[in-house]
């Protein structure tokens, strides 16, 4: 198995969604250019920046992404920072429980401007949720 393929990065870029700002987006890689990527979009362009709108996995509606590769996968990030994987942790177990907590998730897309909570609240559950420590400087 190469290198890239047991990489699991968290990434940060601001993107535009619409409006006047851009604003901060989170999304995991996980085995490098080749693999699988997860982030979590506006499903519609937000009509009030303090409300939110509904979210979905990757933009597809909007942005360009599938069920697994993030718009953003293989981008330069102005921040990101790698897991490291638990002893006996499996890539391949990795991946499959990755793609069934995202497709679970429904919580609302939130506006930020920065690097706040609301960025990177999907990222942040999503490793908890496949037993991997979030970094406390992240």
């Known amino acids: ?15 535009d969604v619409g409006g006047e ?17 997860y982030g979590w979009w506006p499903k519609n362009r937000p009509e009030h ?3 939110g709108t509904h979210g979905e996995l990757n933009g ?5 992404g599938s069920s697994t590769r993030d718009p953003c996968h293989g981008q330069l990030a102005e921040r990101s920072l790698s897991v490291k994987l638990g002893e006996g942790q499996s890539v391949d177990r990795l ?6 907590l995202a497709g679970e998730y429904t919580e609302t ?3 930020s401007f920065d ?3 609301d960025a990177r609240r999907f ?10 420590e979030v970094p406390k400087n992240w």
């Open 21 to 37: 700002r851009q604003h901060a987006h989170w999304w995991l890689e996980l085995g490098g250019e080749r693999g699988e990527s």
């Open 109 to 111: 897309w939130r506006w």
């Open 1 to 15: 198995m190469a290198k890239d393929d047991v990489s699991i990065t968290i990434k940060l870029k601001h993107v």
């Open 95 to 100: 991946r499959t429980q990755c793609k069934v």
């Open 60 to 64: 597809i509606t909007k942005f360009g």
């Open 49 to 51: 920046e303090s409300f």
């Open 115 to 117: 690097d706040g909570d």
């Open 123 to 132: 990222p942040e559950t999503l490793l908890r949720s496949l037993g991997l």
